[in-house]
């Protein structure tokens, strides 16, 4: 293949890659749907029905009940700028242990559903409903094992959907040309948000969730010219002490990683154990991440590729990374109004 074959694929690739980023921009934005089922007297319950918005739509799922089942009240929502929520009583005959619950319409999303069940006698489940499996049936109590499954689950799912936490790992692989630094750059960046995740979904700190959302946007906007000037020969104060860098943004990440958490809520009783398990997935899907574009970086090094592609290849890629990182946050400060 010629050098302008590459030239054009390796365009036409960045292209699709930055149209993918961008038509799933929002896709950060939604939360897991979310079952609360709390039995107040013998087969009766509280239900808390929780559906996401996505470009101010509904998430297009319905609840089904066992047969048989009675509501005693009417179902009441509530809107929320990022979810309804609403609200009911029902009651089933010898209780919902060993029956099904099923979520009709989530195979055709992709959107996963949080269960939680508390019973009268205080024992606590939490499933992870995926579309390919949309029921779930209703056990009588729940190992510590299965809630740490669950959690470890979500985590991995979250940062490898987080289009923007990515783009600044990715940002900062890109700065940091050591293997050894890098190393360094990321157990900060992963310390920092661990420290602001606990501590946001326990209710210490709070900050609100949009301005997180934009500023987080913001920073990735910043990486990006960081990584310019480093190629300019400029001094840079991310080039020499990247992880100083990397543990003061990984700390405003942590509140973007608790909004998501603290949606879903966390199991009573089961928190310090759900909250450990979420992290750790959020870091499998992180090193997962990092493994795979350290090898495409090997990989690229030994392409038969010409040597002004290769010098055009990091500016395209940077200028992209601060393209989406600018839309993202011009987006999210416009929603502060929407």
Known sequence: MTASRLRRAATC???????????????????????????TAPGRYDVLWRTPLLSGMRLPVVLRFPAGTRHLTEPTERDFPDSIVERRVIEVDG???????????????????LVRVQSRDGALSTTLVQPSKPWVEIAASQGPLAVFAAYLQHGVEHILLGYDHLLFVLALTLIVRSTRVLVWTVTAFTAAHSITLALATLGVVHVPGPPVEATIALSILL????????????WSLTARWPWVVAFSFGLLHGFGFAGALTSIGLPQGDVPLALFAFNVGVEIGQLAFIAAVLALLALAKRLPLSRPLTQRALPAATYAIGTLAAFWFFERVAGFWG
């Open 13 to 39: 690739w960045l292209l699709v890659v930055a149209a993918a980023l961008a038509s799933s921009a929002v896709a950060h934005e939604s939360r897991p749907a979310y079952l609360q089922l709390t039995e």
């Open 95 to 113: 209780g919902l242990t060993g029956k099904r619950v099923e979520f009709v319409g989530l195979q055709a999303s992709i959107t996963d559903v």
């Open 223 to 234: 990486l990006a010219a960081e990584i310019l000037r480093v190629r300019q020969g400029k």
